[in-house]
């Protein structure tokens, strides 16, 4: 029926454009955790991995995963690639965020270029696409991702992982075996970012409820959006009543990444649960955000944004939740659904960043670190009439 | 019929999306509103709100207002709440930005559940909701308020009254009888801040229509949206020519401020006028703000954001608005609702307030307030690396 | 029929609401791009024009243009008057933004006053609008302009290069016949104003579709939307190259700036073409951004933020490019539109900035250029807690 058809494709393109709004949203988050010597690069590289991604998936991904134009959708065919275009660079924002201040654009942005024309579009493949693992021993076609607490955050988080493993900690981070602490240099700039997330979120999960058009989807879609927004919540309460308790004060990077923990958290199963169920899973999720960065910094994964925790962590915990809460869905689908992706994506991942270190020399110099990436990459300053103490 | 039911859950999807867009909206003006010391601060109180008014309204305050999600709609019900849900973090907002400088962040997430889960609830109860009182000689449910001159931005400004009376002055601000300048320590997120407002008010009026699925009702949401704007626009250049007329400089604070205050002004009539008379309203709107900054500071009720002034004085006036220019509201029926609102909230508010500043210490000491809230409370600085003046 | 109504009057409401994101979107890239002594002054200078440009396009403007409330739509006539009064402070901006650090603000009311209630009315009413030129010899209705890369952009471009041309370069700019550099102070709100410029276009160009109720209508949205965003990738990504392969460096103003070109150019037939061709006309719309920057300089014309070569520049190259990708268009029709448009907008500006000039001197004098119009205007530092290098 056409109204259905223009509704859905009305909505997706809603949808995306609360997705595009995360463009900025990680641009911002990053560039106020950041030091204030590389704010110019990472602004830059979330320009680049917008534009090289989205590129990428228009010529290569999308083919990838869907076999092109004539997947069938409920909605207009360029409504339903766009929706699936916004997803692509999140991916790689995720790792390049979790490498910050130590690696260098144009090494990144081959990496980008693999990861939305190959990586991210074959995981997408046998999710949400084609399935060419169908009826095959692999086939996890039979876990519930809603919109991706695997397919988008843990392969984020998995491409991430890989990344610190070759490419080490930025220089002094675990000097003497003593963490330095380095405070991030624009707040406000972390709090527009986490808002401008929290808000995508909501087109993120609301789109991929996939239509709109019927008293019974716009119940699901509206659920979705509830859902997904009441776990950002808990998970911000939580991680900010856990880390008062610990050091008695209030620590605002950790309170919105414990809310886009939680937002993590729900986003495989926020169609499927009752009103109450999110606060549950967005609050463990906030905790695990509170209690695996210092984890990971321990053993020496050094995440200068805490993206392991929020998306990798939470990746994993949402798609189990799904198992725990739902009993639509087995553990062992979810289970295996989260071995497939991760052990695909970890190791394609290894792979392709070590060949890209050793040819490109991903990770910066110590020298270049302590400089600052912005002069020898940019040559342009973020705040060149401020004077700063450092 | 299904696809109106489909068009309002959409539409009001959409209308809660933009006022969300009002909670960085508020966090980006009043962080740039507050000196330097305390911006991490109101940053910290901005995360708060949302998550602990958006939780305690899921938990209890929808219960209060409207009985429970049985509550009758033309739409998904899981959408009513949404846009319920994205009103009530506005009214803490508006309280919590006219104490900046001088409040704690503990004391004021109380503050914040109790606003939350009751107090504004109740309000809501008694016009748009279940109405208790429905009958009774407090029965105000004659007066016209679309979306909260009263409700909201006059509930909010009672308040913050409440607060102002009970907490004082910031340390220093009227020293032996001389107001001190405080000048804002960032306009670029003065100005983001102050538009993000704006944009999020086409949500909070148009959304407050209530359908959008007929010739008529979509005629009234244009009409809605087109009027709240234009009272922005006069509110903005009202204050705009009068304080160039009086201090021959352009002072955008007060601009945007103006353009708030007709914002407010035109909230509860948006949907009654034709195109002409939001101007008016608007441009007194703005008038007012510029008239009565100053008025509240001569009588040492310290705002440093200019709450009072924006949402107080023109939640009335917007409210009378509607009697003198549309001639299906009468002045008594306006007025009683201001009256029976302002006296429960002001009442109400400062009970609370002078308890959980009796038992909390809502207000900072003198040495906090020297010192910046932002080492004492959070221990983290809204930007460490830039040199400061002061 | 009303389902038609009610979708096309949202859509409308939608696409409106991103475009006022581009408000906050040119305040944002231009507070950044300035130096810190001239912030205050660029930001009052956004809000004024959106204030007074609004305002005279709702008074005078769009009667000109339309005729009034009574012009026919398929949608509601306030929605329709919210989509077409979006986009008429934005050719005033791409003015103001180019003249910035050295223009006054009362005298840019005056000819934003002008602007919104004439000159650019006029331009509508011959293309879109009302068209008093039909059947006579200038009549330009043969030609294909979605969006407006004529109407809008190179309208305000034209604006901008008479006001170049009176007005002459910043003091300093061309001393002793050497360019000095004068770097952006924040880079985080150029990027940030970058991107809300982009998600401003969705609304922009797939608004200017008129319809979306129908399956062919929402194709064309959708594909509208999609090509959109590919030139906006093709413009970075050649921007980006270009810039690189020249002065190996990663110049994030020009590759954003190149983005901003590449959506210039496909504003004028975003609907028109197969998904690839975007690409093509993107890619050259960044790489004339790359050359025609430094063009400009050479020949004196001081544009701070490279507005002539981003929209005036690019609004040309994208007009043209309908007739040489579709073949429904002819050259003939495409460049008479470019060269009347052009006639009448560059002459009749020249003569009112030149008047404006004369009366109420628009250009700030050298003393005050050095001091900064910050203090001199709104005696409003932009952070004044901020310790300065210059």
């Not at 490109?360 to 342009?380: H, K, P, S």
Request: proline share 3%; with cysteine; net charge neutral.
């Amino acid at each position: 029926m056409d109204m259905a058809y223009v509704l859905n494709t009305f909505f997706a393109i809603f949808s995306m454009t609360l997705i595009i709004l995360m463009v900025p949203g990680f641009a911002m988050l990053e560039a106020g955790l950041v030091r204030t010597k590389n704010v110019t690069t990472v602004l830059t590289v979330n320009v680049m991995i917008y534009s090289v991604a989205s590129m990428a998936f228009l010529l290569i991904g999308y083919q990838v995963a869907f076999g092109g134009f004539d997947f069938q959708s409920n909605m207009s065919k360029w409504a339903f690639f766009l929706f699936q275009m916004a997803f692509v660079g999140k991916v790689v924002n995720i790792m390049s965020g979790g490498v910050s201040e130590r690696s260098k654009i144009f090494p990144l942005a081959i990496f980008t270029f693999i990861v939305a024309s190959f990586i991210y579009p074959i995981a997408v493949n046998i999710t949400w696409g084609l399935n060419f693992l169908k009826g095959t021993a692999l086939d996890i076609s039979g876990m519930h991702d809603l919109a991706g607490s695997t397919v988008i955050h843990s392969t984020g988080g998995w491409a991430l992982l890989s990344a610190i493993l070759i490419m080490g900690a930025r220089k002094g981070r675990y000097k003497n075996n003593k963490l330095k602490i380095i405070p991030p240099s624009n707040i406000p700039l972390v709090t527009l970012g986490g808002f401008l997330l929290w808000i995508g979120w909501f087109g993120f999960n609301g789109g991929s409820v996939g239509s709109i058009a019927s008293k019974e989807s716009a119940d699901a879609v509206a659920l979705t959006i509830m859902n997904t927004n009441t776990a950002g919540l808990a998970g911000a309460i939580s991680a900010w009543a856990i880390t008062f308790f610990r050091y008695r004060k209030y620590d605002i990077t950790m309170i919105l990444n414990g809310a886009l923990g939680g937002l993590v958290a729900i986003t495989a199963g926020a169609d499927l649960f009752n009103i109450y169920i999110p606060i549950l899973i967005g609050a463990i999720g906030g905790a695990l955000v509170v209690l695996f960065v210092p984890f990971f910094d321990k053993i020496k994964l050094d995440d200068p944004v805490g993206a392991l925790s929020v998306h990798l962590v939470n990746g994993i915990w949402g798609t189990i939740a799904v198992a725990i809460f739902s009993d639509k869905f087995s553990f062992l689908a979810q289970i295996k659904g989260i071995f497939v992706i991760g052990i695909f994506v970890f190791i394609s991942s290894y792979v392709v960043i070590y060949v890209i270190n050793k040819i490109f020399n991903l990770r910066a110099t110590d020298d270049e670190q302590l400089e600052g990436l912005d002069t020898v990459e940019c040559g342009i300053e973020a705040y060149p009439e401020f004077r700063q103490t450092i």
